[in-house]
Nanobody, 124 residues
Framework: QVQLVESGGGLVQAGGSLRLSCAAS????????MGWFRQAPGKEREFVAA????????YYADSVKGRFTISRDNAKKTVYLQMNSLKPEETAVYYC?????????????????WGQGTQVTVSP
C-alpha cells in the first residue's frame, strides 16, 4: 500500500537548521510531484515547498524562500526539506504529500497521498 513516512523533525533553537526526509513506497515515486506542507496548532495546513517529478522545477512559499530547500532522490524514493534559519513561528507538524499529475501545486487539495507528519518545534 501507499506509504509516505516523514522523519527528521525535532526541537531546535531559533536560527538553527533541520533536514526533513520523506520516504515513499507503494507507488511510482518518480512519476509524482512531491510537496511539503505544515500545520501549526489552530491553523490551516499551509504550503511550504514542492518539486516536480523530474526535480528540475521547485516552488516555495514566500515566507521560506532563501531559507528552505526542497530536493528529491528518485532512486531512493525520498524527498527532503532542508530548513535553515528557523523561526519560532515555524513550529508545526510538517507533512509530505504526493501529486499524481507530477507537478508541484500549492493547494493541498491537489495532492493524492499524505504522510502522518513530523513535529518541528523551534524554541526562542
Amino acid at each position: 500500500q501507499v506509504q509516505l513516512v516523514e522523519s527528521g523533525g525535532g526541537l531546535v533553537q531559533a536560527g538553527g537548521s533541520l533536514r526533513l526526509s520523506c520516504a515513499a513506497s507503494g507507488f511510482t515515486f518518480s512519476s509524482y510531484g512531491m510537496g511539503w506542507f505544515r500545520q501549526a496548532p489552530g491553523k490551516e495546513r499551509e504550503f511550504v515547498a514542492a518539486v516536480v517529478r523530474s526535480g528540475v522545477t521547485k516552488y516555495y512559499a514566500d515566507s521560506v524562500k532563501g531559507r528552505f530547500t526542497i530536493s528529491r532522490d528518485n532512486a531512493k524514493k525520498t524527498v527532503y526539506l532542508q530548513m535553515n534559519s528557523l523561526k519560532p513561528e515555524e513550529t508545526a507538524v510538517y507533512y509530505c504529500a504526493a501529486n499524481a499529475a507530477g507537478g508541484g501545486p500549492t493547494s493541498r487539495r491537489e495532492y493524492d497521498y499524505w504522510g502522518q507528519g513530523t513535529q518541528v518545534t523551534v524554541s526562542p
